[in-house]
Every structure is written in C-alpha cells, then in structure tokens.
C-alpha cells in the first residue's frame, strides 16, 4: 500500500466499549435462536507483507459434526495494513438454531493484489461455549510466528439474534453529503496548485453556509426535521470536510440547543427541555470517501487524538467569527476507536473495494441497537450505496413526497451537506435491503 502521513506511534487498540449495551451472557440465553456472531477485531496479526503490516480478512463457517462440510459461512472484509485490524460487525449464520457442538471456525488471511493471498491461520469454538465476549487464540500457520507484540488473538461475541428479529430487520438511517470543500471548489476553477498541496481538506465558506442552512432547516422543526433529530446514533467519515458538517448542520441534535453565551455555554431556546451531556459522533472508515488516482481528497491526515485535534483546529478558522459556536462544538465527543490507527488507502480503491465496504457498513447498521441513525458521508460513497444495494422497488421521492425517477439515485449525486432519509429492510432484501429513499428539505440530485 501507499506512503501514510507521517504521525506519532499509534497507542494500542482499545476495543469499542459496548457494557451499556452488553453484558457477558450465558450461552444457555441463547436456547433457540439462529447464531449472530459479531468479530470485534485481532491483535497482533502476523506480517506477511515484506513493507506493511498485513492486510487481513476473515472467513468463517459453521460446522455440525459428524458432516465436515459447512452449513453456513460468512466473510469480514479486508483492513488494510493493520496488526490489529478492527471489524466490530457482527453476521449471522444461517435461520436455524444450531447444535451446541457445532464448531465456529475463523480463518485469517492476508489480501496480496499481486499474487496468492496468504494463510495467515484460524481460531475455533464450539457454539455451546459462546455466550457473551470470548478471546480467542489465533493458531498461526508454520509459515509465520508470533511476533514480540505477542500471540494473536481475536475477540468475539455471540449477539442474541431475536432482537434483530424483533423490529422485522427494518432499519432507517438518513445520509448527510459533506458541504463544498477547499478541494471541491479548487476542482470547479481547475486549481491543480490547491488541489494537490494538502489532503483532507477542510469546508470553505460556502460549505460552512450549506452545513448552516442545515442546521437552519432542524431548527425550523416539522415532521423531518423531528424525524431526524429522534435518530438514536451519528457515525461520521473520519475526513475533515465530513466531521466539520457533522459539527455544524446537526448541532441541534448533538448539543440538544441552540444559541450560546458569551461564557461559550450553550443554553436552550424557550421552552425547550433542558440541555442533555453532548451527542457523540463515532468516526467509522467505512463511510470514508471512494479514493481514486491521486486521492488527495480521501486521504487522511491524522489518527487517534490528532484527529480531534486537528478537526478543532480547523473549526477555530471556520467559525473564526463565532468563537463561542466553535468552543461549544468542540466539547461534542468524537468516538475514536476505529481510527487509532492508519484508516485510509495509499492507492485507487476499486469499485469491488468501495462495495465490500459499503456492504460492511451496512452489517454494523443492521445489527446495531440502535433502530435509527445519521450517517455523514461524502457523494461518490453514497452513490455506490444506491448503486448496489437499492432492492428492485426501491422508491425515490422529493422532500414533499413526489416521486422520481430511481434509477437517478445511482448516476447522480447528493447536493452538498444534503439530506436522504432511507428505508432498509434487511428482513424482506437481506443483499438489497435499501426500500425506500426520500430527499429532505430543499436537497436536490446533482450531476
């Protein structure tokens, strides 16, 4: 893989923390449900690239002794140059309640584009032994020995699948496009000077007004501004531009306000119910922008806590005027737990690259707690979301419930700091579950 920007040594990978929302459950819970299996992450995983740490992916299958053959299997998608690669995905094996004996079985690979991939080894558990959090050893293949980081292993969890099952796998989630760039504006003038000086590059001011006018239109309420704003979770792109609309269009949802004294505290409009603790926001790569040649625009600058540092610092500049908006803003917390390490590609990404992330996002929205959520993002991504995984039915609609034509969901792309409200239904199109799409406010497809 490519060159990354040059940073401090990364800390260790600290798994995201799920106690609100899990507990070590007993295996005898799971008494006839199907198996719902999340892979949190490994640590550290041989290097079988002679340059970079290797880039693994995960296949599994389920096996009911005496048969040797799988009943089930399912794949976790390739984190490049990582020796700890973090998935926090979860997937499920078949509809049936397995037997306890039935072993789980977990091989790990390292992705070569030139050549053969590589075994890197594999991990097993008899079903009746999973219940709740297990780490498991990774048994390395003869080729390759643990390294002085330790021995491998690798986190699970089985997940009761009957809450998934519950709400009929339907899920909604509204996508937010970042506002207009420092390099989307130097695309528009043929400014190849700005374009290639920096990566990851900020909002300018035109894209800081499109963020405002969505904060504007969550103020003015109305049955989809509340529809939003009840949305139980925000992930965001770790690129700059998506983190700053993030911040600044859906303020009313993480600030739960909306004006701020000079003392920089927010305080709430009259009549509205007191101000909870911020909103926080995860940062997850997989909503990161499709990195074409060059790639200046999709590549990130910073990891860990120099994201938050760096995302605040260009807050400062943007909102140079409002210093009290930039500070409150700034105490909304930013999850960093997938990104303490290098989170974007070195080279053009392919479309298959794009999709199996796309398709990986879409696991962690199916099988998440929460029944709703904002994801901001960026318009090439989005465009391949509409592209590969809208059903055959799926609707597209304007803000006042007009329809339009489907088929321009894949071929064009959503207006800067744009909102589109979607329906999924993992439970009628588990590969396509995207039903239904409505653009919100005044947000419009562009060429």
């Known amino acids: 893989m490519g060159q990354c920007i040059s940073t401090a040594s990364a800390p260790p990978v600290v798994f995201k923390d799920f106690s609100k929302s899990f507990s070590d459950i007993s295996p005898a819970s799971f008494e006839g449900e199907s198996l719902l299996v999340r892979l949190i992450g490994c640590n550290n995983m041989p290097r079988a690239d002679m340059t970079s740490a290797s880039d693994v992916y995960v296949k599994a299958e389920l096996i009911e002794p005496p048969s040797t053959e799988p009943i089930a299997t399912a794949r976790w998608p390739v984190k490049w140059d990582q020796d700890n690669p973090i998935w926090d995905s979860a997937r499920l094996f078949g509809d049936k309640p397995p037997k306890k004996e039935a072993l789980l079985r977990l091989h790990f690979y390292d992705q070569d584009e030139l050549d053969a991939d590589d075994y890197l080894g594999s991990t097993q558990i008899t079903v009746g032994k999973l219940g709740g959090e297990r780490v498991l050893p990774i048994k390395l293949h003869k080729r390759f020995k643990a390294s002085r980081r330790g021995a491998p292993t690798c986190t699970l969890r089985r997940e009761h699948a009957g809450l998934e099952r519950a709400a009929g796998g339907k899920k909604v989630v509204f996508l937010v496009r970042h506002g207009e760039s420092v390099w989307n504006k130097a695309q528009d003038e043929k400014r190849l000077d700005v374009m290639l000086s920096d990566v990851d590059h900020p909002l300018n001011a035109t894209g800081r007004q499109q963020a405002e006018t969505l904060r504007d239109a969550l103020r003015a309420g109305g049955s989809q501004a509340h529809d939003l704003l009840s949305a139980d979770a925000v992930m965001c792109s770790p690129l700059t531009r998506a983190v700053q609309t993030c911040l600044i269009g859906l303020e009313p949802m993480l600030l739960r306000g909306g004006t701020y004294t000079s003392s920089t505290t927010a305080t709430c409009e009259p009549d509205a119910p007191p101000i909870a603790a911020p909103q926080p926001v995860t940062l997850n790569p997989n909503l990161r922008e499709k990195r ?33 908006r930039a500070a409150a803003l700034k105490t909304v917390p930013l999850d960093l737990a997938y990104v303490h390490t290098r989170w974007w590609l070195g080279s053009k990404e392919s479309s298959d690259g794009v999709r199996e992330r796309v398709e990986e996002l879409l696991h962690q929205v199916r099988f998440d707690p929460a029944p709703s959520q904002v994801l901001v993002g960026h318009s090439h991504y989005f465009r391949e979301m509409f592209r590969h995984f809208a059903a055959p039915d799926c609707t597209l609609t304007d803000g006042a419930g007009h329809p339009l034509p489907a088929d321009q969901m894949g071929s064009k792309k959503l207006s800067n700091a744009g909102v589109a409200r979607c329906e999924l239904d993992f439970g009628s199109h588990p590969k396509a579950p995207l039903v239904a799409v409505q653009l919100l406010f005044h947000t419009q497809l562009v060429s």
């Open 292 to 324: 074409n040649v060059g790639g200046k625009d999709s590549s990130g600058k910073w990891v860990g806590e120099k994201i938050t540092t760096g995302v605040h610092a260009e807050l400062t500049k943007l909102l140079g005027d409002e210093p009290e």
